[in-house]
């Protein structure tokens, strides 16, 4: 079984490559396969179970844009072929059709999804997450310059149970593709969301027990009741 991250020089803020650290202890036999931003991703050509992108920076967003543009259309080709994918944080811009900032930063995306990033630099959005995901809940945080705009709500990941989705007007969160998964969340995801971890190694054609299960369980558990509490607060500072 084979997982390739994409651009992990550049795509490893808060902690997203956790993420695969806990899929590499749920597998410990996993082959991973790391990809920089000067060479041609292997899931283009090879068979890969699960390519994975974390967040990155504003510029690094650019530098994802810039590295994935000359392999568009066969990115979309393996997307439309249902290749299993993953992109958490702020990456998932890189997709839309174009980052707007206050300061300054402006640039197209790769155009697959009908959204444009628009940033407040002095004005970051930090807040955490409920929502639903077919028949489980998901935790999560969010923590971004901006949110995006203007995507139909048929492609969304997540549905808003508490906080914000893609923006602050809309319920949908995230961006589904026939198997290409991208979430503004982080946390890291998997570690946070058990259910969701088993049912993405489910997918990938993988059984049994998750990594410290029982641990991670209680910890979901407990952090869900916090959250459907009246008295929590999703927005933080």
């Known amino acids: 079984m084979r997982v390739e991250v994409l651009y992990p020089e550049i795509c490893n803020l808060f902690g997203d490559l956790a993420n695969i650290r ?3 202890l749920c597998l410990p036999e996993l082959e991973l396969i790391e990809t920089d931003l000067k060479s041609r991703p292997v899931f283009l050509d090879e068979q890969v179970d699960l390519v994975y992108m974390g967040s990155t920076t504003e510029r690094g967003l650019q530098l994802v844009v810039q590295a994935l543009s000359p392999v568009r259309d066969q990115l979309l080709a393996r997307i439309d072929a249902g290749q299993l994918m993953l992109v958490t944080g702020n990456t998932l811009d890189a997709f839309g059709l174009s980052v ?8 197209s ?11 407040q630099m002095l004005k970051r959005h930090n807040s955490m997450f409920l929502g639903r995901f077919e028949d489980m809940e998901i935790v999560g945080f969010k923590s971004l310059f901006g949110l995006s705009y203007g995507a139909p709500a048929e492609e969304a990941l997540f549905q808003t149970l508490r906080g914000v989705g893609r923006n602050a007007d809309v319920k949908e969160e995230g961006f589904l593709r026939k198997n290409f998964m991208a979430t503004y969340l982080i946390g890291p995801i998997l570690p946070m969301n058990p259910p969701f971890a088993k049912w993405l190694l489910a997918q990938m054609g993988a059984s049994g027990e998750l990594a410290y299960e029982q641990t991670a369980q209680e910890a979901y558990l407990r952090r869900l009741a916090e959250f459907h509490s ?3 607060d999703f927005m933080y500072h």
Do not use: I, M, N, V
Not at 102 to 107: A, K, T
Not at 109 to 119: K, N, S, V
């Open 109 to 119: 995306g790769l155009g697959l999804f009908e959204t444009r990033a628009e940033y």
């Open 22 to 24: 806990y899929l590499k």
């Open 100 to 107: 707007h900032s206050d300061q300054g930063l402006d640039f």
């Open 230 to 232: 009246d008295s929590f």
